[in-house]
């Protein structure tokens, strides 16, 4: 069925490191692929999104990058600070099958940075 | 300034009692959808709509209903609230075009059912 897997569910890492998350989509037509924050307490915020005709995009510390043919996409967070500690979440845009013109998320990914 | 409003914020409430969450977004979106969030468990999608008049079951439907009568509006309703219903519950909304828009959240609805 339509799926987003993301891995890991908890990552700790010292500040300075990078940090990366792993998500993976079952629907081969999804052609939007976003990822949130959400800081304790609050809703989560779009961070940064890649569309499907794009292999990677960067904003300042935070990339991501997609694989159509491995149907594959990453955040990497570089030169992490105790301030992106969060839960990030990714999610994809179904285009076929039951969940068509959905957004399914993954289950998240708890990252704390360690000052 | 574009939003989208859940109402109320904070509830406490008895088993059986009928409640509504109201969720208002002014950005003329197509696409409308309720999650809850409980510990551990991620955004778990309740129901979405697509357009008006148009709604689907999500990951966890029992328990709910919605409706979309309006554009703009996508109420979430609990019939005979219980226990396992307490959570936190967010509305959110994109526009369609193109497929690719940004997801909008609330600010999220705490629900306490005893």
């Known amino acids: 069925g339509e799926n987003v897997e993301q891995h890991p569910s908890t990552l700790s890492v010292q500040e300075g490191d990078s940090a990366v998350i792993k998500c993976t989509y079952s629907?081969?037509?999804?052609?939007?692929f976003p990822w949130y924050k959400q800081e304790l307490g609050k809703r989560p915020q779009l961070i940064i999104d890649?569309?499907?005709?794009?292999g990677e995009k960067k904003d300042q510390r935070i990339a991501v990058t997609l694989n159509k043919t491995a149907k594959h996409f990453s955040l990497h967070i570089t030169e992490t600070q105790p301030e992106d500690s969060a839960v990030y979440f990714c999610a994809a845009h179904f285009l076929t099958g039951g969940s068509q013109g959905n957004l399914i998320f993954g289950k998240g990914t708890k990252l704390s940075v360690k000052p | 300034e574009a939003q989208v409003t859940q109402n109320p914020r904070y509830l406490i409430t008895v088993t059986g009692k009928k409640l509504t969450v109201t969720c208002s977004q002014n950005?003329?979106?197509?696409?409308m959808s309720w999650y809850r969030q409980d510990p551990g468990l991620g955004l778990r999608q309740i129901y979405y709509?697509?357009?008006?008049?148009?709604?689907d079951k999500g990951d966890v439907p029992e328990g709910y209903k919605v409706s979309r009568k309006e554009k703009r509006n996508f109420p979430l309703i609990l019939e005979s609230p219980s226990p396992n219903q307490t959570s936190l519950y967010f509305c959110?909304?994109?526009?369609?075009?193109?497929?690719?828009?940004?997801?909008?959240f609330g600010e999220g609805s705490r629900l306490t059912v005893l």
């Open positions: 959110a909304s994109r526009g369609l075009a193109l497929n690719t828009g940004e997801l909008f």
């Open positions: 709509s697509m357009n008006v008049e148009v709604t």
């Open positions: 890649i569309r499907s005709n794009v």
């Open positions: 950005m003329n979106h197509e696409y």
């Open positions: 629907d081969s037509a999804s052609n939007y």
